[in-house]
Structures are given as structure tokens and as C-alpha cells.
């Protein structure tokens, strides 16, 4: 095996060496009813030219790949700079463990540093961790954490968040003693924030609130987050699309306790769906209580500066039972690559993108709603997501779309929303263009029409 | 330093401050088509109050040059297994294939969304399913979801399956049955995720033989109220529990089940199988045992496996089989599972990792999986040998894929295992996990996998003699290092008791 430095002759003379006989004595602490005593039944070895044909006729059944594509709904295709990939493809970083040697980490560390800086600024918090698995269970550990913060046990969500995000929540939750409800969104506007708002009440830990939401609609965080307090409760606001950050007023301005967010959209590839990378954020007072790990400043005895993994006696591995989460490894490497991205497009990059991603939408939007037959079922403030009423099945729909025009031009709703047939929602970014654009609008107008 | 003990790199290179202390405005690192489309005015599209009014202050305005400069200054800073041996015990950090980047990156995949409807993602469903059959061979446990994003995830993911399994075979019942018991070697997320199901934890002795004390166990046992043990196989010193079955056994009596910390199999894969053990349920690292990149602290990616009697409980969706067409297996997402724990992540969970793990085993094949287990066994019982001589082995029993020593000797000069692991790092070498497990004292758990040639291997071992005997004439070096750093030791009380966490003007 090429991977595998000793020769099989060197593996025989350090046997000898520690006074082996042969490979099986290795294994002698193992009792003998236990070896297997045949081959794996696995597939034999594969050269380097006969596996990547392999994989490469795997991917060309995957149609969609191709396609010009309107999918959002939790992931976003947006431009990736090329230095993303090359930066994250030194070794250095790539084939490194977690920073827990500090002196020979510090790449890493300081890496880490930038990305909870970056995180605070976007999302107008005070401190963010290291990272999450992804935006769902980053809004799991957000829920626990209300629990935690504020020892009440009622949390009430918007039915407008990720419908994956909610069942993921839900699977978290369904041991800690906590009570989820879930609160409707206004069927006019698509959003959720008066529903939300009525049903805080002084048992309730935590409101949550996702802003785009899932139907893409802006919701009224503010409002929430004043609602919230009143009560007594955490604001805990999620997002699927963190590029709406170049241009919504930041969760913390408007007052949210708990930021989190899937940061795919900064620099990271579809990929099927992962990995991706979460961000957490939340206020100062809280950092005691925050899941994940957290990178601070640290000196050395020459007073110089660097970077070491802090406030530990929150984690596993110290606290262990107690720990306030049991994640240890977490996506290390796709911080990065959002850290790469957002340096790489800097301010004035996020803010054009996040601008042409609005103007784009908006232009679909309108084009869409002029179809015959075609409507925006809701009325809600966007910012690169909405859903679309179609005159047939949207599945159907879209179905023929992708068969006929190649054409990926949605998510159709029913999986969640089974009172939604004809619904889909509809994403645009930086990358559609305009030309793609149109023969969507085409491609919808004429499909339907058959 | 003594002779013949080379240095891999000096960890010295030019300083670098944050990309904010960098940043200058009207510095741009990045273009973009211009808007094609008609532009409405935003205030049309969006509320004012809803809009952001700080223009980002703050954020870095650099250049792709100061971009590209900033990591690659900054990269230099880091150890990592390109650069040479890696030996944290119970990491497994062994080569990352530069193959399986590729396969990773392949466009076909990359470019897939989640959300696509099944008929136009065929491939990306059929690399999952793909796997989930080796991993079912591997394991010897038939049903798997790769769903869980990392170790800690697959364990809880695992422990809410026996919980769910337990409340559905007991009902009511199953309230009296909320004790998990986990060694007092185990790693630390397993009580937290332990918790996270709502188990409360005791803790079972481990021998002076460094195994899981039956008596104890069985005493344990004994009151009706053991919803499983969660075992680590070798365990985390290394040693095969050779009782395992029996262990099993006396779990299943007392109507529990048994959870495997599946983070040391790159000592067993295709030696043994959990599953032929007597285990319930299990969780791999793929970025341990398959390889996938530590990326300097994930992505991970941790599938759980399981009996065909708890396979109902798995997460959903699941990825079945359903029909042939055009010569080619077609596959479907299935949702109709009511006794499932539910979903654990959005989507199906780090799918770039699954892509790089199943080119991992079709590199290896079945042999050649077996030939990394028996290098990476090999490799462990050489460097066992090397040090005993010079290092306090807490353990007689020959150990597997790592093995654990202590400072018992050193610490007599005042040196203790933290000096040794920073002492390490001037010979060149990533220090091994040290203070883990807990119940050594000074441990030093070392496993340098597979990807280690003899040479290295003879290196490290001088490097490790030469320390000891730093320690007995001239402690101080060792107390000092390391010295060939960028940084000297940081001070993480100070750190920790004022906490900076982020860059601010």
C-alpha cells in the first residue's frame, strides 16, 4: 500500500526487532473468537487513473450539478474566490490537529482569532465561538443554552425557521426537559413576528426567530427582541443565508442575545450539503456559557502576542457531563475558508454582493409574478429567496423544468408545508445571471403552458 | 540536541499582525460582474429600519496579494502531518491523501445541492449509500447513517438510539432506566453526550491492568437501572479489552445495551469487528480512521452503525436501494421511519468527508485496510519498545495501535510531561496527547499510525531518550522549551482570566 512508508521487509526486521514473529502476533491480546479469519468484503484495491473514473461516472449521474440552478433554502451558490481553495489546501492548515499545542499552532489560532472577529462584526455580537457542525445544530445549542441562561424550560420558535432546522432542534431537545412550540407565520406577509411576539410569556426561555426565513421573508427582529425582553426571555435569531448580512441591520442591533448562523455561503461549496460551518454569537455576560471553543489572546514571558484555546472549564473535556455541549471537533477548516473569503471580498465586496443578490431577486421576482398563472404568495420584505405560486404541482413543475430546460429551478414546498402544493421557493445570487434569469421565466411560462 | 537528530523546521518566520491592523481602506481584493439587471432603488425593496447602518466599520479592506501573503506567513506557524510525524494518541493522524482531495473537489460533486431532487443526485446518494455498506462489512454492525457531523455527534446520535430503543421495548418502564456507565478512562464527550440523552453517568473502575474491572461492572449492573455502557475498544490506554464479550454479556443480562467509542478502530479494522463483539451500536471518525483531513480542528465526520435491531432508530432520511436502471442502481430518500431519533443535522451530514473516506477504502481494498491496521499496531509496539527503557510504562499488557507512558521518572528532576511535550517540539516532532486519560498520572499517550516510516520512528525515539536524559543533567533546558518557536510557552491563566476573544479598534 503506497500509503504505508515500511516495505513489507522493514515490517518483517522491526517484528524481529521487538521479538515478534509474524504480523499475527500483533494481535495476540485480541482472543481468538473474535478475529475475523477471512478477507474484508470490501472491493479490491484501486489504482489512482481506475478510481477517479470511478467517481467521475458516479458524478455524472448527478444531473443537477450542471445546471443552472435557483436552489437555495439553506445552501447558496455564491462566488468563491480561487485563493479560497489554494489557501486551504496547504498542508499547514489542512493536515493539521487542533491547536492544542499553541507554539507550533499558532497559524491556526490566529486564524481562529480573525474568524470570531469577523463574526462579531457581521452579526453586531460581542464574542463568537470557534465554530459549530452547521447552522442547525449551532440553533440546537442555541436553544440549550436559553435553557441554560435562564433556567425556564417553554421555547417558542417560528414555523417560518428551516424546516430541517426545527426537526433537528427538536431531536436535541426531546431529552433536556424542554417544552418547543412553535408559533404560525402570517399567511399574507410570510413572516412571524406577531405570532411570535403574542405567545412570549414569563415562562418562556427563548424565542427564536430566523431572519431572511425560510420563505426568504425579513423578519422584524427588533420588535422580537423587545418582545422578548419584556419577558424576561433570550432573543435567538438564526440565519441560513449569512450573505444577508452585508445589508439587514445586525441581529445585535437589534438587540438578538444569540446569533446563529450557517456560514456555507461565505466561500464554501454545495458539496451535497456539507461540510459546512456554524457560527455562534452572543453577548459578553454569556461567555461562560457558550458551547464550543473559544480562541483568546494570551503573552508569552517576552510579552509577545499569540493565540491560545481559552476558557476550556466550559468543555467536555474538563467538565465532561457538566460541559455546556459535548462537541469537540468541530469545522476547523471551513472557518477558515470563510475567513479567506470575507478577507479576500472585505467590506466593500460583502456589501456588493449582498446588494446584487437583492437587485437580482427582486428582478426574478418581478419577472415571475408576470407570468400567467404566476404569483408571490407572499408579501414580505426579501432579500434573495421567495416563493412562488405556480398553476400546477410545483414538483411537476419543476420536474419538467429540469428535464426540458435543464434547468434546477426551485425547491418545491409540499415536503414541509403539505398545504403548499403549486409553492416552491425560488433563490437567486450574484452568480445567476440575467441571461439565466430570463430562461427561467421562459422555461416556467412554457412548461406550465403544456 | 544530540547527534543525528535532525530538526524538520525552525517554526521561525517573518511576524504577522491581525488583517485588521493590516487593512487600509480602498483596498479591494475581488471583482465581480457588473449588475445586469434594471436597479430599484433599495429603499423600494427593503425598509430603511431593516437595513444595516454601521457600513461595516471594521471589517478588513485588503488586497488579494495581502490576502494571499497573511495565510501563507501565518501557515508557516503550524505543525502539521505534512510536515512529519504526529503522534497524538487517539487521534489518529495519519496521511491525508491528496487523492481524495481530488475526488473530494471532482465538480460533479461540489456543485450538488442538498436539496435536489433525488432523480437529478443519483451519485451523490449512491456514494453515501456506498459507503454505508463497507462501513456495515467493516464494523460488522448493519445499519448506518452518516448524518452525525463528528465524533461527539455519532455518539450522541448513538446513545438517543438506545435511549429510543429502551423507551420503545419498556415503555413506562424505561424511566427506571436512565444510568449510563462509562470508565473512568473514557474520553470526555462521552458523559457529555451521555447527558445530552438524558442519562445520568457512573463511572466504572478500570484495573491495574489498565481494563474494565467485571466486578465492578457487575456490581454496577446488579439494581435494574443500566441503560448501557459506553466502551472505548481498544480502550484509551491502548489495551484490547479482552473481556469484551464477556462485558457484553453482563450489560445485555441486566437488559442494557452496549455503546463503542469507535475513535481507536484503526486497530481493528480488519482484524475485528464490533459487531462480532457483542456491540449494539457504534460511532467512527472518518478523519481519524479513514483518513479524512483534521483541517486544524474539523470538519469531522462521525457515521453511527448499528444492529439490525436498532436500525429502525437511525436518523432520517435514509438512503435506500430501490431499483436498477440502465445498468446502474438507482436510490431513494426515505422518510417514513416513525421510530426514528429523528434528524441529527441538516441535510446528510459532512458529505465531502464520506467522498474522501470511500476513496480511502477503494485505494486500500480490503487488503490493503488490513496492512495499514497491522503497520499502525506495528508502528505502536516498536516505539512501546524503544521507551521503556527511559520512560515509566504504567501497563505490562503489549499494547495496540497507541501506547501510554508517564513522567513517573522525570518528575523526581522537577521535569513533568508538559516539559517533555514542549521539549519534543525543538527535536522537530508534534508532541504526543498528553495528561489524557485521566486516570494516568503525567500520561503520554502516543500513537504514531501507519504513516510512519522506520526511520522517523527511530528518530522519535532518540528524540524521547535524549529528553530523558535532558531531564537528569540539564532539567532547566527542558523546563524552558521550547526554544526554537515563534512564541515561547503563552500564559493561559492570564488568558483565561481576561479574556480577549476578539479584535477591536
Known amino acids: 500500500m503506497r500509503y504505508i512508508p515500511n516495505s513489507p521487509e522493514e515490517r518483517k526486521e522491526m517484528l524481529e526487532a521487538i521479538g515478534l514473529k509474524s504480523a499475527e502476533d500483533l494481535f495476540d491480546s485480541i482472543p481468538q473468537d473474535l478475529l475475523l479469519k477471512r478477507a474484508l468484503n470490501t472491493p479490491a484495491a484501486l489504482s489512482e487513473i481506475e478510481l477517479l473514473s470511478r467517481f467521475e461516472r458516479m458524478g455524472r449521474r448527478n444531473a443537477a450539478a450542471r445546471r443552472p440552478s435557483f436552489l437555495g433554502g439553506g445552501a447558496y451558490a455564491h462566488y468563491i474566490p480561487t485563493i479560497v481553495d489554494h489557501i486551504l489546501s496547504r498542508s499547514e492548515f489542512f493536515t493539521a490537529y487542533t491547536p492544542y499545542q499553541p507554539e507550533i499552532s499558532q497559524g491556526t489560532l490566529q486564524t481562529i482569532f480573525e474568524f470570531q472577529t469577523l463574526v462579531c462584526q457581521l452579526t453586531g455580537m460581542d464574542l463568537a465561538n470557534a465554530s459549530m457542525y452547521d447552522g442547525s445544530t449551532g440553533l440546537a445549542e442555541a436553544v440549550l443554552m436559553a435553557e441554560r441562561v435562564t433556567r425556564r424550560s417553554k421555547v417558542i420558535a417560528s414555523s417560518a425557521v428551516h424546516p430541517q432546522y426545527l426537526e433537528v432542534v427538536k431531536t436535541y431537545v426531546q431529552h433536556a426537559g424542554i417544552d418547543l412550540e412553535l408559533a404560525a407565520f402570517d399567511n399574507d406577509t410570510g413572516q412571524s413576528a406577531a405570532g411570535l411576539a403574542n405567545a412570549v410569556d414569563d415562562q418562556t426561555a427563548a424565542i427564536v426567530v430566523q431572519s431572511p426565513n425560510f420563505f426568504g421573508c425579513v423578519e422584524d427582529v427588533a420588535a422580537l427582541a423587545e418582545a422578548a425582553h419584556a419577558k424576561g426571555a433570550l432573543l435567538v435569531v438564526c440565519l441560513t443565508e449569512a450573505m444577508s448580512l452585508g445589508l439587514l441591520k445586525s441581529p445585535g442591533a437589534c438587540g438578538a442575545d444569540i446569533v446563529v448562523a450557517e456560514g456555507q455561503s461565505f466561500g464554501v461549496p454545495l458539496s451535497f450539503g456539507g461540510p459546512y460551518v456554524g457560527l455562534f454569537a452572543t453577548r459578553d455576560k454569556y461567555a461562560r456559557q457558550i458551547p464550543g471553543r473559544l480562541v483568546g489572546e494570551a503573552y508569552d514571558k517576552h510579552g509577545r502576542r499569540g493565540f491560545v484555546l481559552t476558557l476550556a472549564t466550559r468543555e467536555q473535556h474538563i467538565r465532561r457531563e457538566k460541559a455546556t455541549s459535548n462537541i469537540c471537533t468541530n469545522e476547523g477548516l471551513i472557518a477558515l475558508a470563510a475567513t479567506v473569503y470575507l478577507e479576500t471580498m472585505g467590506r466593500r465586496g460583502i456589501q456588493e454582493v449582498a446588494h446584487q443578490c437583492l437587485q437580482k431577486a427582486a428582478y426574478a421576482a418581478r419577472r415571475i409574478a408576470s407570468i400567467k398563472g404566476f404569483s408571490l404568495p407572499f408579501s414580505g420584505p426579501r432579500f434573495n429567496e421567495f416563493v412562488v405560486r405556480g398553476p400546477l404541482d410545483a414538483g411537476e413543475l419543476l420536474a419538467r423544468l429540469g428535464k426540458d430546460k435543464s434547468i434546477e429551478g426551485g425547491i418545491p414546498l409540499w415536503r414541509y408545508f403539505s398545504d403548499r402544493p403549486n409553492d416552491f421557493l425560488v433563490c437567486v445570487t450574484e452568480i445567476n445571471s440575467r441571461a439565466e434569469i430570463d430562461a427561467l421565466v421562459e422555461g416556467l411560462s412554457e412548461v406550465s403552458n403544456r | ?505
Open chain 2, 1 to 505: 540536541m544530540s547527534d543525528g537528530i535532525t530538526k524538520v523546521t525552525s517554526h521561525i518566520s517573518p511576524n504577522e499582525q491581525l488583517i485588521f491592523e493590516r487593512s487600509q481602506q480602498g483596498r479591494i481584493g475581488y471583482r465581480l460582474p457588473a449588475l445586469d439587471v434594471e436597479e430599484s432603488p433599495v429603499n423600494d425593496l427593503l425598509p430603511p429600519h431593516f437595513q444595516r447602518d454601521d457600513d461595516l466599520e471594521g471589517m478588513p479592506e485588503v488586497s488579494e496579494v495581502d490576502v494571499i501573503r497573511h495565510f501563507v506567513r501565518m501557515s508557516t506557524w503550524n505543525y502539521s502531518i505534512d510536515l512529519g510525524m504526529y503522534p497524538l494518541g487517539s487521534c489518529t493522524m495519519k496521511y491525508n491523501s491528496r487523492l481524495n482531495e481530488r475526488v473530494a473537489r471532482i465538480p460533479d460533486f461540489a456543485n450538488v445541492h442538498p436539496m435536489t431532487e433525488e432523480q437529478d443526485s443519483q451519485g451523490a446518494l449512491q456514494v453515501i449509500y456506498e459507503l454505508e455498506q463497507h462501513l456495515a462489512e467493516i464494523t460488522g454492525l448493519p445499519g448506518v447513517s452518516l448524518q452525525p457531523a463528528a465524533g461527539a455527534h455519532g455518539e450522541m446520535t448513538g446513545i438517543m438510539i438506545i435511549r429510543a430503543f429502551l423507551d420503545a421495548r419498556d415503555g413506562e418502564a424505561a424511566s427506571g432506566r436512565r444510568t449510563m456507565l462509562i470508565p473512568d478512562s473514557a474520553h470526555g464527550t462521552n458523559p457529555a453526550s451521555a447527558h445530552l440523552s438524558g442519562f445520568s453517568v457512573k463511572t466504572i473502575r478500570s484495573t491495574s491492568e489498565g481494563l474494565t474491572d467485571l466486578e465492578h461492572l457487575r456490581e454496577l449492573c446488579a439494581h435494574g437501572e443500566v441503560a448501557g455502557l459506553m466502551l472505548t475498544n481498544p480502550n484509551t490506554l491502548g489495551l484490547f479489552e479482552r473481556n469484551i464479550k464477556q462485558i457484553c454479556d453482563i450489560v445485555h443480562e441486566a437488559g442494557g445495551l452496549v455503546y463503542m467509542d469507535g475513535a481507536n478502530m484503526n486497530a481493528l479494522v480488519g482484524i475485528a469487528r464490533p459487531g462480532d463483539m457483542g456491540v449494539d451500536v457504534i460511532h467512527l471518525n472518518l478523519h481519524k480512521t479513514f483518513s479524512t483531513p483534521h483541517g486544524g480542528g474539523g470538519p469531522g465526520s462521525g457515521p453511527c452503525c448499528c444492529t439490525k435491531e436498532l436500525e429502525p432508530f437511525l436518523p432520517v432520511p435514509r438512503i435506500v436501494k430501490t431499483d436498477w436502471s440502465a445498468g446502474e442502481p438507482t436510490f431513494r430518500l426515505d422518510y417514513d421511519r416513525p421510530k426514528s431519533i429523528g434528524r441529527v443535522k441538516a441535510f446528510f451530514g459532512n458529505y465531502g468527508m464520506m467522498l474522501r473516506a470511500l476513496s480511502y477504502i477503494l485505494t486500500h481494498g480490503n487488503d490493503g485496510l488490513r496492512e495499514a491496521t497491522e503497520a499502525a499496531v506495528l508502528n505502536a509496539r516498536y516505539i512501546a519498545d524503544g521507551l521503556t527503557s527511559d520512560y515509566d510504562k504504567p501497563f505490562n499488557s503489549p499494547p495496540m495501535h497507541e501506547v501510554v507512558f508517564t513522567d513517573k521518572r522525570q518528575s523526581r528532576k522537577g521535569v513533568h510531561t508538559l516539559d517533555i511535550a514542549k521539549r519534543l517540539i525543538d527535536y522537530g516532532f508534534h508532541p504526543m496527547t498528553i495528561y489524557f486519560p485521566l486516570i494516568v498520572q503525567g500520561a503520554m499517550l502516543i500513537e504514531p499510525t501507519e504513516s510512519v516510516g522506520r526511520q522517523e520512528l527511530d528518530q522519535f525515539i532518540a528524540a524521547m531518550r535524549s529528553i530523558a536524559n535532558e531531564a537528569l543533567e540539564d532539567p532547566e533546558l527542558v523546563l524552558n522549551a521550547p526554544h526554537s518557536t515563534r512564541v515561547g510557552r503563552l500564559d493561559e491563566a492570564a488568558a483565561a482570566r481576561k479574556p480577549v476573544l476578539r479584535w477591536q479598534k
